[in-house]
């Protein structure tokens, strides 16, 4: 399966500039962390939001007034990557869409079952955002869009198997263009419990390799020809634990790579173990690659954060400062791997 890039957008806690950020995170320059307020009586949790200014046009929307932030994050991406393609609305109506995330509207998942808890009733305006698939609603009412509508939840490695199957709707001839979003939202929730699992920074200026959690959103459009082209999208491997893991990201590295030699790694290195599992295969295979490590400056935001980092690694092409190809491994924490590679020019098949 071969896919290109012809638009993108992304929403970070540095803005929504695709030069700005992607200059921020050469230079890993890290945004200010702010304190999330816990009702729980545990300790503040510190995190990199997107500034409000960034989302008002969404929140104005009539169908996004009472919707979740996630969905004014996901919207807004969608939307810049959409102006990004400059797709007309015949086009529109012949656009799939996959949106991939991690935990869905989970502050008003939150707040609609602790109603339950209280009053043995949810609130009716509170339920239809709590499933998985309300920001994919709004994405494709929002643009018009007429081909299939795909939510994928899992971990960071999900954000790629969206890339993964927009290229496999494009094959079926059915839709022109495929949008693939993904989005991560703040609630006291998940910062405490990413927070327990380690795989966030636990305060503010603490001495810790790990990075902040952060909200924000990304967005593609793909299309069957242009440039920078997705190739090798890998449909992953499951891992039961570390030393595993290791096995499969040598076992699907050796696939992808083949006699491929990128010079420019788009890491997903966090400061937390299982960077341990990307660092061995890519020092054994890739010794000499430059890497990327976005989350330094943009922080953990899981799904989210594969996919803008596919969007990195199309600048990082874009710049030709990798030689012709870029390598997008994600390690997920709920037992996924996976990988692609984009390269500066469409092949011969």
Known sequence: MKASIIGMGWVTPLGRDLDAVWQAIQDERQPIPVSQSSSFGASLCPVLRVPDEDLVEAEALPRLRRSSRISHLAVTAASDAIASAGLTADQLARTALVFATSDGGIAYTRRFYAEVVKSDSGSPLLFPETVYNAPTSHIAARLGLGGEAITLAGDAASGLAAVRLGGALLTTGEVD?????????????????????????????????????????????????????????????????????????????????????????????????????????????????????????????????????????????????????????????????????????????
């Open 177 to 349: 263009h495929c949008l693939i979003v993904s989005a991560q939202e703040m609630d006291e929730i998940t910062c405490l419990a990413y927070r327990n699992l380690g795989l966030i920074r636990a305060e503010i200026g603490e001495e810790s390799p790990s990075v902040y959690f952060a909200e924000g959103a990304a967005a593609l459009v793909l299309a069957r020809n242009g440039s920078p082209l997705i190739e090798s999208p890998h449909p992953g491997f499951s891992y039961t634990s570390e030393a595993h893991a290791a096995r499969q990201m040598e076992r699907l590295l050796d696939s992808i790579l083949a006699s491929r030699r990128p010079r420019v790694v788009i890491s997903g290195q966090s400061g937390i173990s299982p960077d341990a599992i990307e660092q061995a295969s890519l020092h054994r295979l890739l010794p000499d690659a430059v890497l990327h490590t976005p989350k330094k400056t943009l922080g953990e935001s899981m799904a989210n954060s594969a996919l803008q980092h596919v969007i990195a690694g199309a600048l990082a092409l874009r710049d030709h400062k990798s030689g012709g190809e870029v390598l997008v491994p994600a390690v997920g924490f709920n037992g996924q791997i996976a990988a692609l590679i984009l390269t500066g020019s469409v092949s011969e098949e």
